[in-house]
């Protein structure tokens, strides 16, 4: 993706995004664990929003994509941080934050720090609290003591890495074991066939949101990543639902 820019965090890490002035709701997109804004939804999104006159935000986590840093070093709350930094920096209206898997659990942790600039939120395949349910007793062991821990990759030819860092931030940042105290609109995207993370995942985050505008809609025919043709325009519907 060639049009992206930087922006710079107090420390000096250099943040990769892509921002289009517009009307509000402005559209914020959170990608999922190891991915970033040259996606298949991240793109669909800015391409919509400008086609739209819609204000849109995309950005690189530190350690992914464009962006300054070592993904070793990656972790929801510093991710939160340089979101937060980004929509100060640029949103002015209110903001619909769309997370994708991880995105999904990031999005929750921004929204708690937006108050009355929260529009609403979207997920897809939402993910919150995977470095709890998603692990396996031996792997929090062997992540407790330090060690980083490999998954299979199916999207590519490396294995999936989960660093000692981010597994103790991610657990410090569960969400699922109480009420989470976001009022505004929500709408949950999720596959049936998905093959990462639990459809019954969402279930359980809608149950746990104080809003009571909460949907719920279930693909039954779609994976993890619901980047087909007619998975975009669904999440483009609900977005509107919203905006």
């Not at 710079?8 to 959170?30: C, K, N, Q």
């Not at 992914?64 to 949103?91: H, K």
């Not at 999207?155 to 660093?163: A, D, F, K, R, V």
Request: hydrophobic share 40%; proline share 5%; charged share 20%.
């Amino acid at each position: 993706m060639q049009d992206h820019s930087f922006h710079t965090m107090p420390d000096g890490r250099r943040i990769a995004y892509r921002y289009a002035s517009g009307e509000g709701p402005a559209i914020v997109f959170l990608p999922g664990y190891m991915s970033d804004m040259a996606g298949g939804k991240a793109t669909a999104l800015m391409d919509w929003a400008q086609a739209n006159g819609r204000s849109c935000l995309l950005l690189d986590y530190s350690g992914c994509g464009e962006s300054d840093g070592d993904f070793a070093d990656g972790t929801l709350s510093r991710w939160r941080e340089e979101a937060i930094a980004l929509i100060d920096q640029f949103v002015t209206v209110p903001v619909i934050i769309v997370g994708s898997s991880m995105g999904g659990w990031l999005n929750l942790l921004v929204a708690e720090t937006l108050g009355l600039r929260l529009a609403g939120l979207v997920g897809i395949a939402s993910a919150p609290d995977f470095t709890d349910w998603g692990r396996s007793e031996a792997d929090k062991a062997a992540l407790v003591a330090g060690k980083t821990v490999y998954d299979e990759n199916p999207y590519g030819p490396e294995p999936t890495p989960m660093h000692p860092g981010f597994f103790a931030d991610g657990q410090a940042n569960r969400r699922l074991t109480s009420t989470i105290a976001i009022d505004a609109p929500v709408r949950l995207l999720h596959g049936q066939k998905d093959a990462d993370v639990p459809w019954q995942v969402s279930l359980q985050l809608a149950e746990a949101l104080r809003s009571d505008d909460v949907q719920v809609t279930l693909v039954k025919d779609g994976d993890h990543r619901l980047s087909r043709h007619q998975d975009i325009a669904l999440l483009l519907r609900l977005i509107e639902t919203i905006a």
